[in-house]
């Protein structure tokens, strides 16, 4: 999957120097808009497309940054990054998702080897990154959709502020309470995308995988009737399961980002490990109409291609679909964590990949 053309994102100089644009973890289009996040902030921004003079899009700017701490309640607090791995867009909400990763220290260069031992041994717990949020949207002023804390009796609100995040869920699940204590580039739960169809969310996992298998978790959040701030998980099920696990055949890769298509879900894949590659798109076609825990085969899958990736750089994490207004097919527009030198420009911008694909 080449790219069919390159598109400059343009952030602020606030943004730029958080590195929010080395930092790329997620990204929806939401009409003119294109929402994105990275995972060194607590915040979600807004990007606006700007076009040619035949109307399609060839970068997107004029950002505008929203605080998370400013619409729900962070349980670190307003100043602890939320590692924000996922964006989804539906029903005029839009989500945005923790990794819910515990972390390993790094070993840095000028460590001694005393010092390197002892970084390895340590695992941190980050509170903000075991969110989800929900945000309602509005048509500003300018036209453009804007996130904002109540909007009649639709309210902003939050999953996971008292010990009922998604991995506090997975307690006494037989197959990922194990990696509940593992960090998250050790094979352990680590969250990386998220998808809105109709009142479900599907929350993809890049790790554990489970001998090839990945996981995506199935789940359908509401207000919760007590607090308006806070979220609640439905039943999906006569059986008052409040989450769904589908296990997935990617061939030994982790779910690195999700995109709704239809009733189809594109799988962004990826090493689970701390490793630069294989990378493909595959479309899980009829997705969103299962009702029950799923093994999803290889036969199930179709791989719409491989991305590239760097070493040490360019990983993607995050696709989009682009409908294009001329018609003439469906693209993905693919952001890039670590972006290797050549994407970033004179004036502060980094270059995303627009991508064809099959309909």
Known sequence: MDAERRVVLRFAEESREAETHTNLSAVRQDGRCLWVAGDETATVERLTAVHDADGRVTGYAGQRTVALADLVPLPAGPDEEADIEGLARGNGWLWAIGSHSLKRKRIKPEHSGAKSRRRLAKVVREDNRFILARLPLVTGDDGLPEPVREDGD???????????????????????????AIPSKDNGIDIEGVAAH???????????VLRGWAVLIEIRPDTDPGDPSRLRLLPLSDDG?????????????????LCPHGD??????????DLDGPV???????????????IVTSDDLEVLGDLPYGDGDDHAEGIAVLEESDGSGL???VVYDSPAPGRLTEDGGVIADVVRIGG
């Open 264 to 273: 189809d879900l594109l799988v962004l894949t990826g090493p689970s490990m």
């Open 331 to 333: 693209r993905l527009l």
């Open 198 to 208: 109709g009142d479900r969310l599907y929350v993809g996992l890049r790790g554990p």
């Open 241 to 257: 399961a409040l989450y769904h696990t589908h296990f997935m055949d990617l061939g030994g890769l982790g779910i690195r980002d």
């Open 280 to 294: 493909r798109v595959v479309r899980w076609r009829g997705a969103v109409t299962a009702d029950a825990p799923e």
């Open 154 to 180: 639709r309210t902003a609100a939050v999953l996971g502020l008292n010990k009922d995040s998604i991995t506090d869920l997975l307690g006494d699940d037989p197959h990922l309470a194990p990696f509940l």
